[in-house]
């Protein structure tokens, strides 16, 4: 079954019913009204890609599409136009800033393929992680693997060991144990250390600020998610997002991750 995709749409009127039809249950589609809604959305909720029309309020969205990729540069965003010249240009400005997913109304907007399109490519960082856990997370039952890298991928949905053992089909006292005998150091420093690497990608976008990452990760208050990632790195989340690149993160969560 293909993993639910948040999306968060501005978008003409035309252009949302066909996305609608294209996502299907049980994708989330969310729509901004304006291009200040969809900034304050994207900073506070956990969002896979943003769908948008340079011109959907009528007028030539360039510098807009261009600042928003400027504060959020770690969101996927696909440009879905109708075939006008308005639009055209638009696109073609867009590209030559980097902006290269679009989508024609009408001519590639079918649903199989735009559901493709809009899938989730995955984070690099949360990728290069698993990576280097991935001689441990053979250790582990094949349930309990795909559990701990959905995760990874998905941190805002697992709050709680017991949440992961949920996942895997386990009870929590055998998870404590497979974990342990795969050489992982608790199931907490897991849980915790996927919502600290998503943190520190959000962190990392200009758009961002402390308080909005605390939101959209669900950490309940700015105090605990200060102390969590003190207890990780020994740092601030400010100072995490001025002084350390993502390799070093990286390195430093596996390490943190590994009992030996």
Known sequence: MAASVDVVALLSPVLLTQLRVALG??????????????????RRTAV??????????????????????????????VTYVMLTPASLRAVVELARHGLQQVVLHRFDDAPARF?????????????????A????LRRLPPALEGAVKRMFRRPELVWTAQDLAAAAGMPRRTLY???????????????????????????????????????????????????????ACGLTPSVLRREVEGAE????????????
């Open 177 to 231: 144990r497979q974990l342990e005998a795969a050489g992982f150091a608790s199931p907490r420093r897991l849980v915790q250390a996927a919502r600290l690497l998503r943190a520190y990608v959000y962190l990392r976008d200009p758009g961002n600020l402390v308080e909005d990452v605390v939101v959209k990760l669900r950490y309940g208050s700015s105090h605990v998610f200060v102390r969590h990632t003190r207890e």
């Open 133 to 136: 856990l991935a001689p441990s």
């Open 249 to 260: 993160f990286v390195a430093l969560l596996r390490r943190r991750l590994l009992a030996g």
């Open 48 to 77: 896979d890609v943003v769908v948008l029309d340079p011109c959907a309020d009528g007028c030539d969205g360039v510098a807009e599409v261009l600042g928003f990729l400027s504060r959020h540069p770690s969101v996927p965003v």
């Open 115 to 131: 559901r493709e399109l809009l899938s989730p490519p995955g984070d690099t960082l949360t990728e290069e992680l698993l990576t």
């Open 25 to 42: 249950h049980p994708h989330r589609l969310v729509v901004a009204g304006d291009w200040s809604e969809l900034d304050r959305l994207v």
